[in-house]
């Protein structure tokens, strides 16, 4: 089954739904002369038992060591001999493998990524390198205390579910994993109805789809999964999280549950978000940064998963502002709570909404990982126009009524810096009662 569209804003989409379940989305863009191809996994994080955190991230590391034609300096040396690269990265719903050549070499970037994807060894040797490759990055990781804020954060609102625990696992849970487990979590996972592929560039649909039915003829097979595995996702009331740490800067992440990215008012959320903390003219950037000087990074940001979704603002300052700046943040959040964000600042938003839309899309990187992660975690691709449309559609009520509904309910905060674990409580009981309409 093949469809396609065609916008004012570049190539034409097509797409094409193999036997065994597999979809093809490309983009044809005839001016360039690069292409990016990426094969999406519908697998996260987030469908991993606590036995096999951060099994998703161990088998993003083991698909690159080898497959029964290529070994793991093959994998790289036959992409970086055309000028080309390879990567992957994973998250809490899904992971990703690409490559980016000149248009001529599609061929061969399509036969090293659908290798990797369907032919890997997942030796016991390898796996060996690669956990103590791992914990180095756990250990990297941890030194970053403005990434383990986020992970704080997350945990704090949603608990022991899958959805609160890092992506890259533990220490403890890498250590104990074992070959068989992943071995056996990428046999499970890793079938045709599972993925997406997608490629953007200068190519041509029907050649592509030839030569990804090629790549996948031997490949494994598998029956479509409906249903994400694991449990419902109930966030927890208001929670606290702080990590004692002796660092130059205090991180703070406050923020609540938001809407599921299948939520139509998700148009309007990120208008909200570009008007609180997106840029430069926002409210909080402005309030904390320019007119106090009270931080160096202060910004808002939303993420939407199947089944639910966050808001929070995040600010960097020194140990002897963060109750100050957590006061301001909170009185923001009760501001645009109560009817405070302007129609000037929802016409700015909007607008920085719509050129984040389109300016993110100039190389062929950015229009394979549209096309495919649209066709991954929605099962349909807007076109770019429709996106615009949308963004056009929302209104200041829109906006407004959003915010109330967000920042009225329970909220969420985590810490990192040189402060004891109840340093907080009193600002954040107070920020908890504000959001429940008490204070």
């Not at 979704?309 to 301001?328: Q, T």
């Amino acid at each position: 089954m093949t469809s396609g569209q065609e916008g004012r804003y570049g190539g034409t989409v097509r797409r094409t739904v193999l036997p065994n379940g597999l979809r093809i989305v490309t983009e044809a863009l005839p001016t360039v002369r690069s292409v990016s191809f990426g094969v999406w996994v519908g697998i996260g994080s987030r469908d991993e038992s606590p036995t096999l955190a951060g099994a998703s991230h161990f088998l993003e590391h083991l698909l690159f060591k080898g497959t029964k034609r290529r070994t793991a300096w093959d994998i790289s040396a036959q992409i970086e001999a055309v000028g080309g690269d390879t990567n992957a990265f994973t998250a809490k719903e899904y992971t990703c493998y690409y490559a980016r050549v000149l248009d001529s070499d599609l061929p061969l970037a399509v036969d090293v990524i659908c290798d990797m994807l369907t032919s890997s060894l997942v030796t016991s040797a390898d796996l060996e390198v690669e956990r103590q490759v791992i914990l180095e990055e756990i250990a990297m990781h941890d030194d970053e205390p403005s990434d383990v804020v986020h992970d704080l954060f997350t945990t704090a609102l949603y608990g022991d579910h899958p959805l609160g625990r890092p992506v890259i696992g533990t220490t403890e849970s890498i250590t104990a994993m074992k070959r068989d487990q992943v071995a056996g979590f990428y046999r499970r996972r890793y079938t045709p109805p599972q993925l997406v592929i997608s490629a953007a560039g200068n190519l041509d649909h029907d050649e592509t789809v030839k030569l990804i039915a090629a790549a996948f003829a031997d490949g494994p097979e598998g029956t479509p999964t409906t249903a994400r595995r694991g449990p419902e996702v109930r966030p927890k009331g208001s929670a606290l999280a702080v990590r004692s740490k002796e660092t130059e800067q205090a991180h703070l992440v406050l923020g609540v549950p938001a809407i599921d990215r299948f939520d139509e008012r998700r148009f309007a959320l990120g208008v909200l978000d570009q008007a609180l903390g997106g840029g430069m003219s926002s409210r909080l950037f402005q309030e904390i940064r320019e007119q106090r000087g009270l931080a160096y990074s202060v910004y808002s940001f939303d993420t939407q998963y199947a089944d639910a979704g966050l808001f929070g603002v995040y600010a960097g300052c020194a140990p002897r502002r963060a109750h100050e700046v957590l006061d301001l943040i909170r009185v923001e959040l009760d501001r645009a709570a109560t009817g405070g964000i302007t129609d000037e600042e929802v016409r700015r938003g909007k607008g920085m909404l719509r050129g984040a839309s389109v300016l993110g899309l100039e190389d062929t990187y950015s229009r394979m990982s549209r096309i495919g992660k649209a066709e991954l975690v929605h099962g349909n691709i807007l076109s770019i126009d429709d996106v615009l449309a949308r963004i056009e559609a929302v209104t200041p009520e829109d906006v407004r009524t959003l915010a109330a509904e967000l920042f009225t309910g329970p909220v969420s905060l985590s810490v990192v810096g040189p402060f004891a674990e109840n340093d907080f409580d009193s600002a954040f009981s107070a920020a908890a009662r504000t959001s429940e309409g008490v204070a």
